[in-house]
């Protein structure tokens, strides 16, 4: 997940990319590891000498999960860190299972994560501890999309209808 300097600020995650027009990106953070049923974040400056760090995880092949990556990969590719790997976008499976809800993670995590504190209002006071639950939150949101998708026999269609067709996959 990225922060930019309006993307915080932002009510809907899928609408943001069409608005904001910067490509400034503030901080980077990723969930990290799974402790209990909880995931850890970690977020850094998008600036030296986590630069590389950054370019070299999503260099990397495996999985990579984001919240509206239309919003997100074309920032990470023009900043010089491309994302290698299958993605797979939180935002659009959940649009998938829920088409009528808004799909911003703020409002879509404690719908499918039962129990989730509110993190949205750390924003502005503390930024890196919010963009760091922003990347552990996501990363329990797309497990447990993945898993509901495939409950509900709809995992073949984010797969053929959402993501290789946004991906080119």
């Not at 935002?91 to 299972?97: E, K, P, R």
């Not at 006071?125 to 329990?140: C, F, K, N, R, T």
Request: net charge negative.
């Amino acid at each position: 997940d990225i922060e930019t300097p309006t993307k915080a600020q932002a009510e809907d995650d899928e609408t943001v990319g069409y608005t904001d027009q910067t490509y400034q990106i503030l901080r980077v953070s990723f969930g990290w590891r799974r402790v209990g049923g909880l995931a850890e974040g970690v977020s850094v400056p998008f600036a030296m000498p986590y630069v590389p760090l950054v370019q070299r995880l999503l260099a990397s092949p495996g999985t990579k999960g984001v919240w509206n990556g239309n919003y997100d990969n074309p920032r990470l590719k023009a900043a010089d860190c491309p994302i290698a790997g299958k993605i797979l976008d939180g935002m659009w499976q959940f649009h998938v299972l829920e088409s009528d809800q808004e799909k911003a993670l703020h409002h879509a995590a404690p719908m499918i994560l039962p129990g989730v504190a509110r993190w949205k209002h750390e924003a502005g006071a503390h930024p890196g501890h919010y963009s760091a639950l922003d990347g552990a939150i996501e990363w329990l949101a797309i497990e447990e999309l993945q898993r509901l998708l495939k409950a509900r026999h709809l995992d073949r269609v984010y797969e053929t209808q959402v993501r290789q067709l946004d991906q080119g996959a």
